[in-house]
């Protein structure tokens, strides 16, 4: 079955860098786009992030242009997400989800923390 | 970015009762929305997709309906498993934008 993991999450000081994993099995990682999703504590989920299956034509939310990255390597049946300048208002679990032929998301993840604080 | 405006942020309701949760969109997105489920602690679960039609092993006591700017989540007879926070979610262009969330609670 459809199986997601996230990874990478922690705790970091404003301004500093993270890279988060997603590690996929279960369907040809190959063939799917894929997406961020995060989810400040206590507060609703923000889509972050969107890239095609092939790693091409990738779009992020307002909040995080200029500062995070998705990427995959296929390869590896993996997704990233290098969070650069990070900020107190990143502070949410993030989750990678699998499109669902560009009308939502089917599968998630579990989620990873990422703290952002002094 | 499209606005997704959800209301009610919360509602509380008994089992067996009928149920809904609307969502208007700052413009017109077609029918290029979907609907989640989250519980406490929980990833969100794919509910429907293309405002009305339900992913695979989505109870059928679940509907979405709508078109344009408003759209309607009905679920006619609410059971227990069901007391979670729904959202809505564009997917007309990006970036997509998600509604602030529905918390169904137990009255």
């Known amino acids: 079955q459809v199986h997601l993991v996230e990874s990478g999450g922690g705790v970091v000081q404003p301004g500093e860098s993270l890279r988060l994993s997603c590690a996929a099995s279960?369907?040809?990682?190959?063939?799917?786009?894929m997406h961020w999703v995060r989810q400040a504590p206590g507060k609703g989920l923000e889509w972050v992030a969107f890239?095609?299956?092939?790693?091409?034509?990738?779009n992020h939310a307002d909040s995080v242009t200029g500062r995070f990255t998705i990427s995959r390597d296929n390869s590896k049946n993996t997704l990233y997400l290098q969070m650069n300048s990070l900020r107190v208002e990143d502070t949410a679990v993030y989750y990678c989800a699998r499109d669902f032929h560009n009308s939502g998301n089917d599968y998630w993840g579990q989620g990873t923390l990422v703290t952002v604080s002094s | 970015a499209i606005q997704m405006t959800q209301s009610p942020s919360s509602l509380s309701a008994s089992v067996g009762d009928r149920v809904t949760i609307t969502c208007r969109a700052s413009q017109g997105i077609r029918n290029d929305l979907g609907w989640y489920q989250q519980k406490p602690g929980k990833a969100p679960k794919f509910l429907i997709y293309?405002?009305?039609t339900l992913h695979s092993e989505v109870p059928s006591r679940f509907s979405g309906s709508g078109s344009g700017t408003d759209f309607t989540l009905t679920i006619s007879s609410l059971q227990p498993e069901d007391f979670a926070t729904y959202y809505c979610?564009?997917?007309?262009?990006?970036?997509?934008?998600f509604g602030q969330g529905t918390k169904v609670e137990i009255k």
């Open positions: 279960g369907f040809t990682f190959s063939g799917y786009g």
């Open positions: 890239l095609r299956h092939d790693g091409s034509n990738e």
């Open positions: 979610l564009q997917d007309y262009t990006y970036p997509w934008t």
């Open positions: 293309s405002t009305s």
